[in-house]
């Protein structure tokens, strides 16, 4: 039965048709597949499958990036109030868009893949100050920061991810906080990552979440 | 000859008046600026002027309306005598910066968003202006398509409702899917509507591109209606100015989601609105006056503050017609 699920479910995301997707899901769960599987055996393949899928295709476009993150986060969401147990998290990521930068929609598909993997994501909005970054990331036990800039001065700024290196490096949370960017500038210079000061950056907010996921992981055995 | 102009009238939008003055690009590049006057004005008038070689013209510059919000959106409601109307007039001026303002009786919720080179042919295929050659109109005949060109010789691109119209009878023949993929990828060089002609082809990045500006500017209307309390249902007029002010076609727009499914009967198409409001400025004798009195009555909204835009705008992404779900969900998201 699970199968069959999975494979209505995986359609209906590739349709980007949310309604339908809830179709599966209300249907699964009046079946007795508990929100537990729902989460592990039937969103979580299809967001990895995904992933794979975007690297790969040629037609896959942005619009649909955007629904199909946000219907893996949404009904992620609705079944984890349904858990039985909390779920156990992978770990704590503290997420904003870079000081005098307005553009959200990135962090967006990044928060939505990451809530799917059972990443803990506190969204800290947009135009976000570097320490802030830093305090809430250490008030929050977060492991990892996520820097969001969409245009070249706010990606190379010296108020952006810069100053959150420069803030780390002060006061020796270098090997406790990893620092990751992503946005436009950041694809037409593929090294622009490591100028900032980043330890990684990903080319989509799809992929952002294995790049985000490996670094929780790095925090980890530092 | 320039001597003998007595009086110059300038209207456009905020980021143009400040490269037109050399003022304010600053102000306007930091986002505590979005929601407030932005002072485009010369730093020094006498010299601004003297740049113009017009010895003898008055040079008026009536101040924009409020972050990037310009006077050409001050310039479509004085043409379209907005607030002369019913509440719940919405005004539209679709462009690379799409401007919203909707009348609730008492105030003007205006706000911007980028509603996409994508409706002026930019980062499009075979997009293009609505020029001599440009796709305005297409329709299905029999197996084929009719496409009805500006000037009407060969079609050599789309200009915004040409796009527009294509992607509604693709999507109503089944070619294209309301995810915005084709049902059978025609490659890289897309969908060609005349076989013979390159020049008629869409592909699926253009379907993508057209999808995100559409949604943003319907995202954009919904919010607009909630700050005045609002929904479809209240609007009395729903004027269309800008790119598509001449040639959309009104069922094909609302079948993809860009238009809001009210009778067509309030919607009106007001070719160069922004030009039009800009000559009743010149020409009355309380042109400045009248603008100022526009931009008095209006609230700018920014709409990356705004809770609830993005789950909105990613729910208005799918090429289908907009649904009162969208518009009355508590935080935009349609819950099933």
Redesign the interface.
């Known amino acids: 039965m699970l199968d069959r699920i999975v494979k209505a479910y995986s359609e209906a995301v590739f349709e980007t048709d949310k309604e339908a997707a809830f179709d599966v899901v209300h249907k699964a769960l009046s079946d007795g597949v508990t929100p537990e599987d729902i989460v592990f055996k039937v969103v979580i393949p299809a967001v990895e499958e995904m992933m794979s899928n975007i690297t790969k295709d040629p037609d896959a476009n942005l619009a649909q990036h955007f629904m199909t993150a946000q219907i893996a986060a949404e009904v992620t969401e609705k079944m984890l109030v349904k858990f039985a147990h909390p779920p156990e998290i992978v770990g704590r990521v503290v997420i904003g868009t870079a000081h005098g930068d307005l553009h959200s929609l990135g962090k967006r598909i990044v928060m939505g893949c990451l809530k799917a993997l059972m990443v803990d994501v506190t969204d800290l909005g947009v135009n976000v100050p570097a320490e802030r970054f830093v305090d809430a990331a250490l008030s929050d036990g977060a492991s990892v920061i996520a820097i969001s800039a969409m245009m070249v001065h706010t990606a190379t700024g010296e108020n952006g991810a810069r100053k959150v290196r420069q803030i780390l490096k002060d006061r020796g949370l270098e090997e406790r906080l990893k620092l990751v960017v992503g946005g436009a500038p950041y694809r037409f210079d593929n090294e622009l990552y490591k100028t900032v000061g980043a330890d990684a950056w990903a080319a989509d907010g799809v992929n952002a979440g294995r790049v985000i996921v490996e670094l929780i992981e790095q925090a980890k055995t530092a | 000859m320039l001597a003998e102009i007595g009086e110059v009238f300038v209207v456009g939008n905020t980021a143009m008046l400040a490269l037109l003055t050399g003022h304010g690009s600053e102000a306007l590049?930091?986002?505590a600026n979005?929601q407030a006057p932005i002072d485009c004005r010369p730093a020094d008038e006498a010299a601004w002027q003297a740049q113009w070689s017009m010895p003898h013209a008055e040079i008026t510059l009536p101040a924009p309306a409020g972050g990037f919000v310009g006077s050409d959106l001050l310039a479509d409601m004085l043409a379209t005598r907005l607030t002369d109307g019913p509440p719940g007039s919405l005004l539209l001026d679709v462009g690379t910066n799409t401007e919203i303002a909707l009348w609730d009786g008492e105030t003007v919720h205006v706000t911007s968003v980028p509603g996409g080179p994508a409706f002026e042919g930019v980062g499009i295929r075979h997009g293009m202006p609505a020029e001599a050659g440009a796709v305005y109109r297409v329709r299905e005949a029999g197996s084929g398509y009719t496409l009805d060109t500006v000037g009407g010789g060969e079609a050599k691109g789309f200009c915004g409702s040409g796009l527009a119209d294509a992607i509604s009878v693709l999507l109503s023949a089944g070619k294209l899917?309301?995810?915005?993929?084709?049902a059978t990828?025609p490659g890289?060089d897309g969908f060609a509507l005349d076989p013979a002609n390159f020049r008629t082809a869409v592909t699926?990045?253009d379907?993508?591109a057209f999808?995100?500006a559409k949604?943003a500017v319907a995202a954009a209307m919904v919010q607009l209606l909630r700050e005045a309390g609002m929904d479809w249902t209240g609007l009395r007029r729903l004027c269309v100015c800008g790119a598509f002010g001449h040639t959309l076609n009104i069922e094909n727009a609302q079948s993809v989601g860009l238009l809001p499914p009210v009778d067509a009967g309030i919607i009106e198409l007001h070719a160069d609105a922004s030009l039009a409001g800009c000559e009743l400025g010149l020409l009355s004798v309380d042109g400045s006056e009248r603008f100022a009195a526009l931009a008095a009555r209006v609230k700018i909204i920014?709409l990356?503050?705004a809770a609830g835009y993005?789950?909105r705008?990613?729910d208005h992404?799918?090429l289908r017609p907009m649904r009162h779900a969208a518009a009355d969900s508590q935080n935009g998201?349609?819950h099933?």
Do not use: C, H, M
């Open positions: 590049v930091d986002p979005w899917k309301p995810s915005g993929r084709f990828a890289p699926g990045i379907v993508d999808q995100r949604a920014n990356s503050r993005e789950d705008y990613i992404l799918r998201r349609t099933a």
